[in-house]
């Protein structure tokens, strides 16, 4: 079964909360380490809020302009796992129904998801 997640629609709520999430976690960095840390702190610079970017970028079907003004190259430059980099690449060069496709099932709570795992922990390239 193929789950409707991700869709732009739960992306966008889950942005209506990182507000909160970054003056939390600065608040943390900031009492507990102090300014040097907490100043350092970057919440755009996570995977986690550069892959809904890119899973931004295939659900609007690939947009010229990019996403949030960075283009797919730029935000994929930013992940740091060559294998999750791997998956995504191949995402865009797939033709956008099943790259969207093969998003949704990787990202859905699918059992289907241990195949990604598999496949992203044998890649070699």
């Given at each position: 079964?193929?789950?409707?997640?991700?869709?732009?629609?739960a992306?966008?709520?889950?942005?209506?909360?990182?507000?909160?999430?970054?003056?939390?976690?600065?608040?943390?960095?900031?009492?507990?380490?102090?300014?040097?840390?907490?100043?350092?702190?970057?919440?755009?610079?996570?995977?986690?809020?550069?892959?809904?970017?890119?899973?931004?970028?295939?659900?609007?079907?690939?947009?010229?302009?990019?996403?949030?003004?960075?283009?797919?190259?730029?935000?994929?430059?930013?992940?740091?796992?060559?294998?999750?980099r791997?998956i995504?690449?191949?995402?865009?060069?797939?033709?956008?129904?099943?790259?969207?496709?093969?998003?949704?099932?990787?990202?859905?709570?699918?059992?289907?998801?241990?195949?990604?795992?598999?496949?992203?922990?044998?890649?070699?390239?």
């Amino acid at each position: 079964m193929l789950f409707d997640y991700p869709n732009e629609e739960a992306i966008i709520k889950g942005d209506l909360r990182i507000p909160l999430f970054v003056s939390t976690n600065k608040q943390f960095l900031l009492k507990t380490f102090g300014n040097d840390i907490a100043d350092l702190y970057d919440f755009k610079r996570r995977s986690d809020y550069i892959e809904t970017r890119l899973a931004l970028y295939l659900l609007r079907s690939k947009p010229k302009d990019g996403i949030e003004g960075q283009t797919f190259d730029q935000l994929i430059s930013q992940i740091e796992n060559k294998y999750r980099r791997f998956i995504w690449k191949t995402l865009k060069l797939m033709p956008d129904r099943i790259g969207v496709r093969l998003l949704k099932l990787w990202w859905s709570p699918s059992p289907y998801k241990k195949y990604f795992s598999v496949l992203s922990k044998r890649i070699s390239y």
